[in-house]
């Protein structure tokens, strides 16, 4: 057996980015938006919470978005950030602007998943019908195209990757 039993086909799993210094913090929340806006997803902010410190403020952000690729496809891509000791500061550009930027450490936990067959069109059940008409679907006939929806996911997940990496800069 081969990838047809795997559900949900993972692009990425639990890939952690850790900065520690001055961040773009307000773009980078809102490129999460903006992208799914970008790309058709649905989004929801599944968890907000800040609270102030000593040392700064402490903020944790979970994104959930989706979206509904086929009736048996379906792209799924979290986000969780865990801000801590975040501090306004300013900083001087290139060109010797100054800006308002953030300092403090972020750590950004990062999912993106492809989930077939999530209508339950067939059974996941293995010795039913159902399930095999699944599996010869995606073994044969199918196979193709899933793949090259797994390979338009990770596209994908590689440009939102690329922007939160850039605002971490």
Not at 105 to 112: C, D, H, K, Q, S
Request: proline share 1%; charged share 35%.
């Amino acid at each position: 057996m081969g990838r047809e039993r795997k559900n949900p086909i993972n692009i990425f799993k639990n890939l952690l980015i850790k900065k520690a210094g001055v961040l773009d913090f307000d773009g980078m929340f809102a490129l999460i938006p903006q992208f799914a806006s970008q790309y058709n997803y649905d989004c929801v902010e599944k968890k907000h919470s800040e609270k102030s410190g000593a040392t700064g403020t402490y903020i944790e952000s979970n994104w959930y978005m989706e979206r509904k690729v086929t009736y048996y496809v379906k792209f799924v891509i979290e986000i969780e950030f865990l801000v801590r000791d975040m501090n306004t500061v300013v900083v001087e550009d290139e060109d010797g602007n100054k800006k308002k930027r953030n300092q403090g450490r972020v750590e950004i936990l990062f999912n993106a998943k492809m989930q077939k067959n999530y209508l339950k069109n067939f059974s996941d059940k293995k010795g039913e019908f159902s399930d095999f008409l699944r599996v010869i679907y995606e073994k044969y006939i199918g196979k193709n195209r899933l793949k090259n929806y797994e390979d338009k996911l990770e596209d994908e997940a590689r440009d939102i990757l690329e922007d939160l990496k850039e605002k971490l800069e």
